[in-house]
């Protein structure tokens, strides 16, 4: 049964610490989201790749997030410094594009990494 | 820019009956997600509209898209405590572009 897998899955910290989260997107997808999930802004789009080349990040703040695509099977997203306003629920999702359009597959979510900086 | 609104926002029903959730949107698109997320969970994928009169039904669920009225509803019939959970639809945006935009949620809750 193929899923996201995302680490680590809770995270305490304190204001100022760097954080860095992984995703493990579901084999053979090439596209890979990542997500901030608050009860205040709901669901955002903070960056997403695909084929590990990151297409669009204008849902991050540029001056403390950063997120990667070291290989394949890696998806980070880091933040230094770490303010509690960035306490939420982080969700990485993968799917497949097809040769010649865009998605029509569905987003596959991982299970989310909690984050509360103190 | 694209928007997309759900209402309600919350919902309570009881056991048996029947509701609509609705999903508006403000600018084209050619494809539409419903998604599931039980508390302290992740999304769940629930259905795929790609066409304009798309309907798919699964259990007590039915979802259609009208593209040309920029609508997708969400209908639920004699609804059934384990289907209290928040659903969300997410709107594709135009332009060979892979990204989602989603609409706040609405949070169901059946009571018996």
């Known amino acids: 049964d193929a899923r996201v897998t995302q680490t680590p899955r809770h995270k305490v910290t304190e204001m100022g610490q760097e954080v860095t989260m992984r995703c493990q997107p579901i084999?053979?997808?090439?596209?890979v989201f990542w997500y901030r999930q608050t009860m205040m802004q709901g669901l955002e789009l903070l960056a997403y790749?695909?084929?590990?080349?990151?297409?669009?990040d204008s849902g991050m703040p540029k001056d403390r997030f950063s997120a990667e695509m070291p290989d394949a099977t890696l998806a980070t997203l880091k933040i230094q410094p770490s303010e509690p306003r960035d306490s939420a629920v982080y969700f990485c999702?993968?799917?497949?594009?097809?040769?010649?359009?865009?998605?029509?597959?569905?987003?596959?979510f991982g299970p989310g990494t909690r984050l509360t900086v103190l | 820019e694209l928007k997309v609104e759900q209402n309600p926002l919350f919902l309570s029903m009881q056991e048996g009956k029947n509701y609509t959730i609705y999903c508006n949107y403000s600018?084209?698109?050619?494809?539409l997600y419903w998604y599931r997320q039980d508390p302290g969970k992740s999304l769940e994928s629930l259905f795929v509209?790609?066409?304009?009169?798309a309907v798919k039904q699964e259990g007590r669920l039915m979802a259609s898209l009208d593209t040309k009225a920029r609508l997708s509803t969400l209908h639920i019939t004699a609804a059934v405590h384990d289907l209290s959970a928040t659903y969300f639809c997410?709107?594709?945006?135009?332009?060979?572009?892979?990204?989602?935009?989603f609409g706040k949620g609405t949070k169901l809750t059946v009571n018996p």
């Open positions: 999702a993968s799917g497949l594009v097809r040769d010649g359009g865009s998605s029509t597959d569905t987003q596959y």
């Open positions: 084999l053979g997808h090439n596209t």
């Open positions: 790749f695909r084929n590990r080349a990151p297409l669009d």
């Open positions: 600018t084209t698109s050619d494809r």
């Open positions: 509209l790609l066409s304009n009169g």
């Open positions: 997410a709107v594709g945006t135009q332009g060979g572009s892979e990204k989602l935009v």
